[in-house]
């Protein structure tokens, strides 16, 4: 079985913070015509209680399972192909923060691919945070992925890749800015994990320092 990009959410990192998007309808993304597999594209959300959900766009006749993996805190999401009349949106709440972490699983049981999704974040709203919400979507192809997110007013927003942790990180700080959507393309290398973390500085007087929990939330997909 091959591990890829997870097709399946994060934006499984807009993530409304209901995952909302910040710059357009929050919906999943169009999927070219003719694909064999059962899964079209995906979009993580988180909102402002703090609870995550994840959308899907399906091809006809698929049939989603959700079932959560007591043994390893696993949010397992299998596709399987039906002979049924189905929706071909659908919407799923993912399970509570277990220690600081969200762990996603997606099976599409036709093309027989998987692919992994981890969100570390804080068992917390987005309330008081320079990030108001955000979202990571993406297709069924696993090579690119979507972050669109907003922060609060007086907010700018900086993209940095640091090559010693291989993380794309997006340094949030109060300064001056004209806007606060945020849109970025990621694009995922194979057998490569895309990492994307928000990193929340901290103002002081002098200088800028970081907070006791930096890279918050952030978004591992294999």
Same mark, same amino acid.
Request: hydrophobic share 30%; aromatic share 12%; glycine share 4%.
């Given at each position: 079985?091959?591990? !890829? ?20 309808? +929050? ?9 064999? /597999? !059962? ?20 091809? =006809?006749?698929?049939?989603? %399972? ?12 299998? !596709?399987?192909?039906?002979? +049924? ?7 799923? =709440? ?10 996603? &699983?997606?099976? %599409? ?12 974040? =804080? %068992?917390?709203?987005?309330?008081? %945070?320079?990030? &108001? ?15 669109? $997110? ?7 927003? =900086? ?7 291989? /993380? ?7 300064? &001056? ?8 393309? $990621? !694009? ?13 500085? &901290? +103002? ?10 930096? +890279? ?7």
């Amino acid at each position: 079985m091959k591990n !890829l990009s997870f097709y399946a959410f994060l934006a499984l990192v807009c993530f409304t913070f209901n995952f909302s998007s910040c710059t357009k309808t +929050n919906e999943p993304l169009p999927f070219e015509e003719g694909s064999t /597999e !059962l899964l079209q594209s995906f979009i993580i959300q988180k909102n402002y209680s703090g609870k995550y959900t994840i959308d899907f766009m399906l091809n =006809d006749n698929a049939e989603i %399972d959700n079932v959560k993996n007591p043994y390893t805190n696993t949010n397992e999401i299998y !596709l399987y192909s039906s002979n +049924n009349q189905s929706n071909k949106k659908e919407h799923h =709440d993912i399970y509570d923060i277990d220690g600081g972490q969200i762990k996603v &699983k997606v099976t %599409d049981t036709y093309s027989d691919l998987t692919s992994n999704i981890s969100i570390i974040d =804080d %068992d917390y709203s987005a309330e008081g %945070d320079k990030l &108001k919400k955000y979202s990571i979507s993406g297709n069924s192809d696993g090579t690119s992925y979507i972050l669109d $997110f907003s922060v609060k007013d007086g907010v700018v927003a =900086d993209y940095v890749y640091n090559e010693e942790e291989e /993380e794309h990180k997006v340094k949030l700080k109060y300064g &001056k800015s004209s806007k606060q959507d945020f849109s970025k393309v $990621f !694009l995922k290398e194979i057998n490569k994990p895309l990492k994307i973390a928000f990193v929340n500085n &901290k +103002n002081n007087t002098n200088h800028i320092t970081l907070s006791r929990k930096p +890279n918050r939330p952030a978004v591992i997909i294999e």
